[in-house]
């Protein structure tokens, strides 16, 4: 019996990943199952750790209404080749292979039954079958490109990423290299800096003369200083449906008080459209006018308290604490006034601002909490087709490196996999 152990491994690939997340995974696999020889790369110690804690350890896989407007970024036009190659009922279709439970919730978002563990475990035994090599622990030192025989390939230097067990042992990190034909670049934004992430991808792509667009946390809460911060976090815990806007978008979903701001899905979906000293603003009755209500009651019921008007004819829409609290701070002086004794612009000043609440956020929760990175490496400057770059002949971009930023709901990993695919599809 040969003693295969010793031989070192094959350090040329027909295709090297870097990234072993949702759009690394996705190309690999893909590219795999045309018979390329494809490594994945990874500096975690896992792979997936994002699919893993994504929807709450669910994982919200995708959405079965997946359109370009979901998506921003400088160039909204890139996504739409990817995503027309690759809709979502053909992932829908490989978790149903898989037998892997999932459900709907509102707005067509799927998540898994069990765990996101389901999505990962699918993704790695698709790769396995196609003979994909994963590495972990893997730090990338360098890369660059060599001619040979006309064709460019890359080289890579990559060492053991050293845990504190490594250190502490005083362990060496061993060097290997590796080289490649065509080398993708899926390492992710800077979201979640806990999972690993970090800027690698976005320093390939400027070593590669790419331009990047700035980036910033995005699907993030809002934080506030000042008076309103503390009245927002003495309601912590309250969730109520509302319609959160600015001026280029409006979302009708929950809104969450939280210790350190305004979370929930509202805050979420606008915080991708909001940029810092920017004001939001909140409609805390969605459903009710306000102002035609209170003057309404001032005419048929003079007697009442406007808390009461709010209490009885909204189905109790504001919860009893948020309800007290804003009456401290909105009408405090008249709370026990008769609707008869108020101004008329009283009450349409009051009726407003609960129509409209207008905010001004001090900044975001940033990428410790984000769910995605905004911005990235250009698109202008890289294939919608193919996701290959078009300044270096064999670089491939996917996922959220790119300047490709989905709503909350699934798309960010739509994106991922339809931009895996279609890059898997040339590499």
Known sequence: MSNHHNTPPPTHYDVIIIGAGASGLYCA??????????????HANKAGKKILMSGGGRCNFTNYFVEPEHFIGTNPHF??????????????????????PYHEREH????????????????????????????????????????????TRFQLATSKALNKKDMASGAK????????ESLVVATGGLSIPTMGASGLGYELAQQFGHTLIA???????????????????????????????NERISFKLPLLFTHRGLSGPAMLQLSNYWHTGESISINLLPDTDVTALLLAHKKSHPRQLIRTVLTE??????PKK?????????WDDIKDTELANIKDERLLELGTTLNGWQLKPS???????AEVTRGGVKTDEVSSKTMQSKLQEGLYFVGEVLDVTGWLGGYNFQWAWASGFVSGEVV
């Open 215 to 245: 980036t910033d946390a995005s699907l993030v809460p809002f934080t506030f200083t000042d008076k309103t911060g503390e009245l927002i976090r003495s309601l912590a815990g309250i969730s109520l449906p509302v319609i959160a806007s």
């Open 313 to 318: 004819n909204t189905n109790s829409a504001l």
């Open 173 to 180: 990190s061993s060097q290997v290299s590796y080289s490649c």
């Open 79 to 100: 996504c739409k080749s990817a995503l027309s190659r690759y809709p979502s009922w053909e992932f829908i279709a490989m978790v149903e292979g898989h037998k892997i």
């Open 322 to 330: 948020l309800l007290a609290a804003l009456q401290t701070q909105l």
């Open 29 to 42: 696999l893909t590219a795999g199952r045309r018979g390329r020889r494809v490594l994945v790369l990874d």
């Open 363 to 369: 900044g975001t929760e940033g990428y410790r909490t």
């Open 108 to 151: 067509g978002q799927l998540f898994c039954d069990d765990s996101a563990q389901d999505i990962l475990t699918m993704l790695l035994d698709e790769c396995r079958a196609v003979g994909v090599q994963v590495r972990l622990n893997t730090k990338i030192d360098s890369v660059n490109t060599v001619e040979r025989d006309n064709t």
